[in-house]
């Protein structure tokens, strides 16, 4: 069983960085994949980035790439959304997710989730 609790979103302007932290309970959190997914408001949810295991594998939605960068810290249980060159297209609730082992990029592969953190960018 692992715990997810986002942190981090807030409002920013356009242009501005976040950086989201997501702190995991348990002593295995070294063995998961985790992603970071979002969901605007009448929208679906969509992936957005996920790394693997041990950090060395990430992947990001071509809607992100070159502006957010996912990583992780097995010592301290966390992974982190570093969110850079931020649009109004980005606001949105922003989810971690975990699945053992193998990094995925669909939502229903991810066992575990959390509540949730807003980020809203301004125009």
């Known amino acids: 069983q692992v715990q997810l609790v986002e942190s981090g979103g807030g409002l920013v302007p356009t242009g501005g960085s976040l950086r989201l932290s997501c702190a995991a309970s348990?002593?295995?959190?070294?063995?998961?994949?985790m992603g970071w997914f979002r969901q605007a408001p009448g929208k679906e949810r969509e992936f957005v980035a996920a790394?693997?295991?041990?950090?060395?594998?990430?992947y990001y939605a071509d809607s992100v790439k070159g502006r957010f960068t996912i990583s992780r810290d097995n010592a301290k249980n966390t992974v982190y959304l570093q969110m850079n060159s931020l649009k109004p297209e980005d606001t949105a609730v922003y989810y971690c997710?975990?699945?053992?082992?193998?990094?995925?990029?669909?939502?229903?592969?991810?066992?575990?989730w959390g509540q949730g953190t807003q980020v809203t960018v301004s125009s």
């Open positions: 790394i693997n295991w041990s950090g060395g594998t990430t």
């Open positions: 348990g002593r295995t959190f070294s063995t998961y994949a």
């Open positions: 997710a975990a699945r053992p082992l193998k990094v995925a990029g669909k939502g229903y592969e991810y066992d575990y």
